[in-house]
C-alpha cells in the first residue's frame, strides 16, 4: 500500500488524538529509523524517552525472542519464575525494597496515588476519604480522569469532568507554596524531577532538596514521577540523583519496557508498598513473563552505567552546542544529558514549523506547547548522528530566520 493509501486509512479509523508528522515508518536500527521510501531519519524522540536503549537493541531483542517462545503470561493467578528476579533486581537498582508491576505510565501513576492514600489512612492515620496529595502546575503524569482531573493544561482536562477530589496544585518549583498546601491529612508530594512534556523544566536547584526536607518533616510521602526523565535519559539512572535526594516513591515507565512492550512500576520499601493486599490492587498483564524477561535486560544494561555514562557525555556536548543556538533562532536551552528544551523565538516561528524543516532534512522530533521543541534521541546515538541532528535544528532555525 502507498503511503497515500495508508495515511487515508488512518484517518478515516484512527481517532484523531494525535496530530503525527507526515512521515510513514516501517523500521528502525539504534537512533534511527525507516520510512516506507526507503528514507532514514535520526529519532530525536525515542518514543518519548521509551527508547532510551535505541531501536532493536540486540540484548533487548534477544531476551523478549527467548521469552516469546518460553512464556509469555500467566496473570498473577499464578507465580512464574522471572516475577521475583525481575523485582529483586528493580528493587537493588532503585536501593528500594519492593516493586508493584504494571503496564502503562499512567497505571504507574494511579497505582502510585492509590499506595500513598492507603498508606495514609493505615500508616499515618489520615481520617477516611480526607487524604490530599499535592501537585504541581503544568505536570504531565498520564491520560486517566484522574490524572487529567489534576492537570493544568486545559485540552488534557476539558468535557473529561468530572475530576476526582482529593489534588492540591501548587507552582511547579515553588516550595513555599508546597509547604503552605500541605496539611495533616496530605499523603504525598506527587513531582516530576523534571518536566517533561511541559518543555524539559528544570527547578530551582533548592526545590527537591526542600520537598525532601517538608516531606520528612510532615510525614508526606515524596513521590517522583520518573516515567519521562528516569532510566538514564539525563545521564543518571534517577533524575532525582542530580539533587541529591531520595524520594519515597519512585513511579518508573517507558523505557523499562525497552520500547518492546509498555512495562511500569510502583518501587518503595516495604513500609509503604506493604499496605496492599490480595485483592486490593491489580492488573492482568502487569508483571507478566515477557515484560519481566525485557525488564530484566533493561536492568541489566543500566546496572552497567554506560547508558547513563554516554547520557552524560554526549549530553554535554548536545548542551554546548545547542547553547550557542540562543540568540540565533532559540530563546533558552533547558535539561540534563541527553533531554533538551528548547524553546523557539516566536518572531521566526513555531515548534512545528521547525521540526517540518528538521524533518525533511532527515530529524523526527516533537514540538510542545507551541515555540517549545523537545530533543530526546536513544542514549545509543552516535556522536556524528547527534551533531547531525544539532545541525539540523541550526538549519532549520536560519531557514526561518532567513539568514
Ligand atoms: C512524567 C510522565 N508520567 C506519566 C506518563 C504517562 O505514561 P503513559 O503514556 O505510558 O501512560 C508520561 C508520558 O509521557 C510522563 O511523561
Partial sequence: MSQQDLLALEDAHVAHNYHPLPVMLTSGAGATMTDIEGRVY?????????????????????????QLDTLTLTSRAFHHDLLGPFAAELAELSGKDMVLPMNSGAEAVESGIKVARKWGYEVKGVAADQANIVVASDSFHGRTTTIVGFSTDEAARKNFGPFTPGFRIVPYGDADAVAAAIDDNTVAVLMEPIQGEAGVVVPPADFWPRLRSLCTEHNVLLVADEIQSGLGRTGRTFAVEHFGVVPDIYLLGKALGGGLLPLSAVVANRDILGVLQPGQHGSTFGGNPLACAVGRAVIRLLSSGEPQRRAEELGAHLHSRLGALVGHGLLEVRGYGLWAGIDVDPAIGTG??????????GVLAKDTHGSTIRLAPPLVISLEDLDRAIDAVRDSLADLSGS
Fill in 42 to 66: 535520526i529519532d530525536c524522540l525515542a518514543g518519548y524517552s521509551a527508547l532510551n536503549f535505541g531501536h532493536s537493541h540486540p540484548d533487548l531483542l534477544a531476551a523478549a525472542h527467548h
Fill in 352 to 361: 512545528r514549523q521547525v521540526i517540518e524543516r528538521m524533518a525533511a532534512r
